[in-house]
């Protein structure tokens, strides 16, 4: 990219110039291509209705024998219903989101219902957003396991810490490589805007 702002006036115009028909209407498929994408964020709002239905179901199970059902397994439900919630609003920014670095900018203007993220994440904010989901939907498995300690085997509930204990790993080697990322491209802005000022000078 810091390779388009090196042209000077007018080359990368004449770069244009130079295309022939067939390169722009190659290259404008090519960009119209991105609408691929589209269902593929369709197809997780379904799957968003599809949790609905799930949620619907465990809490009605939860109403019915919240009076006979023993704790262990009201505590269960409900950290199902935490569980279904967490991976729906998972599934919900990375609709938003990865339509809106992808696809298209969604038009809702200003509308005063609009999340305050939205428009602000990009693809690198999207991969620490979903591997921090990922952990804490690991977390609530983990502790369901905890609550139902006497039906787990010493080998299945090490499976499911070291698991666990992955995800929570790969999380801080994402955020602390996007934070060495962004700080050489910060570096990097900072090198050039001296290099312009010494010029000027």
Known sequence: ?????????????????????FEKRMESWIFRSRWLLAPFFLGLLLAILALLVK???????????????PESQIIVRILTLVDTSL???LLLIMTFSGYENFVSKLGVG??????AWMGKVGFSDLKIKLIGAIVAISAVELLKAFVNLHELTNDQLAWKLGIHLTFVVSGVLFAVSDRITEGKGNAAKQARKGQGTESQG
């Open 1 to 21: 990219m810091s390779g388009a702002h090196d042209e000077g006036p007018g080359e990368g115009s004449l770069q244009g110039e130079d295309k022939t028909g």
């Open 55 to 69: 949620f619907t179901k465990e809490l009605a199970a939860l109403c019915i024998g919240i009076f006979r059902d």
């Open 87 to 89: 991976i729906a609003c």
């Open 110 to 115: 200003e509308h005063e219902d609009r999340p």
